[in-house]
């Protein structure tokens, strides 16, 4: 069993749908929560950092975080074109720990 | 820009050929980090640096991996007798020590490297 396991997709939805993306884990020493999105053929970006458990709202971003069930989630309200990309879960044990990344999710919002 | 750098962006080279990557990371970050991404998986740890120091390494980094950061400034990769399986992409990140939930690992665009 892989140490985080994440949906590979593809994901496709119309725009402006609401898109879940969810990543389980089974280190229960993870402290530190990620969201990066990649495009493709580029480096990762950060979209959402979570400490501990609890959910954090960005814009059209929400992130939650359930350390009892081992299960992270993010939300896309309002999804756009824009968004079509790779979702990495990711985290990390400390604050200055590599980063454990999942597989990714490939989405698609079409027009 | 004042984002992580990395050069080349792209090598293609023959199987058995020594090649070198290079990353600048953000100027005031004094950790450094380095990932690979085979398609279709998310980045795996290579190694991470602290300032000048190389503390720690996966078991992924085979003795034909080296990295440096002699300044602890900008740092090298390099594959020495490249395989096909070394194919990927050689992702850099670097982060600044900080408060504990804010400390964030930015990454590069990366260097996709093709071994024939």
């Known amino acids: 069993q892989k140490e985080v396991e994440q949906d590979p997709g593809p994901l496709s939805v119309p725009e402006g749908a609401i898109v879940s993306l969810n990543c389980t884990y089974s280190?229960?020493?993870?402290?530190?929560f990620m969201w990066y999105r990649q495009y493709s053929r580029k480096g990762p970006e950060l979209l959402m950092y979570?400490?501990?458990?609890g959910n954090k709202e960005d814009g059209r971003f929400t992130a939650q975080v359930d350390k009892s069930s081992k299960y992270i989630s993010l939300f896309i309200r309002d999804s756009q074109p824009s968004d079509s990309a790779t979702y990495l879960c990711?985290?990390?044990?400390?604050?200055?720990?590599?980063?454990?990344f999942g597989p990714g999710t490939s989405l698609s919002v079409i027009p | 820009d004042t984002g992580v750098s990395q050069d080349p962006r792209h090598k293609i080279t023959k199987r058995g050929q020594n090649v070198t990557f290079r990353c600048d990371p953000i100027?005031?970050?004094?950790?450094l980090y380095w990932y690979r991404q085979t398609l279709g998986q998310g980045p795996e740890f290579l190694t991470y640096?602290?300032?000048?120091?190389?503390?720690?390494k996966s078991r992924l980094l085979s003795d034909r991996f080296s990295a440096e950061r002699p300044k602890g400034s900008f740092s090298t990769l390099e594959i020495q007798r490249t395989e096909q399986g070394d194919s990927a992409m050689y992702l850099c990140?670097?982060?600044?020590?900080?408060?504990?939930?804010?400390?964030?690992?930015?990454f590069g665009p990366g260097t996709r490297l093709l071994v024939l």
């Open positions: 990140a670097s982060s600044q020590p900080g408060l504990a939930e804010q400390e964030t690992q930015y």
């Open positions: 280190n229960s020493a993870f402290q530190y």
């Open positions: 979570t400490y501990s458990s």
């Open positions: 990711a985290m990390k044990e400390t604050s200055y720990d590599k980063v454990i």
């Open positions: 100027s005031e970050h004094n950790r």
């Open positions: 640096f602290q300032n000048e120091a190389q503390l720690e």
